[in-house]
């Protein structure tokens, strides 16, 4: 049974960092794409980062430069550094893993909240 369970969340001031992480178990991590997403009031849930097995990364338009995805293999754990946070940024973020050998099949955790003030 695949798992994934994201910490980090949290109530930050504008210009403030925080680092999501997100632990998976139940897949095979290291051949497994991992990502953040990120869902805010009334919006859909939207890509923010994703890492590939060999470390290759894409970004959001409205991330690059501040947000950077890094994974630790032998930790089975993805994380997502997020510097110059904005109020916009406010949501609450997913990690997700695209099992690695079934195609279309994604699986999702519970979300962190993460809230911006002004």
């Known amino acids: 049974q695949v798992q994934l369970v994201e910490s980090g969340g949290g109530l930050v001031q504008a210009g403030g960092s925080l680092r999501l992480s997100c632990a998976a178990s139940g897949i095979f991590f290291s051949v497994t794409v991992m990502g953040w997403y990120r869902q805010a009031p009334g919006e859909q849930r939207e890509l923010v980062a994703v890492i590939f097995s060999g470390g290759g990364t894409n970004y959001a338009d409205f991330v690059k430069g501040r947000f950077t995805i890094s994974r630790d293999n032998a930790k089975n754990t993805v994380y997502l550094q997020m510097n110059s946070l904005k109020p916009e940024d406010t949501a609450v973020y997913y990690c997700?893993?695209?099992?690695?050998?079934?195609?279309?099949?994604?699986?999702w955790g519970q979300g962190t909240r993460v809230t911006v003030s002004s």
């Open positions: 997700n893993a695209k099992d690695p050998l079934i195609r279309g099949r994604d699986y």
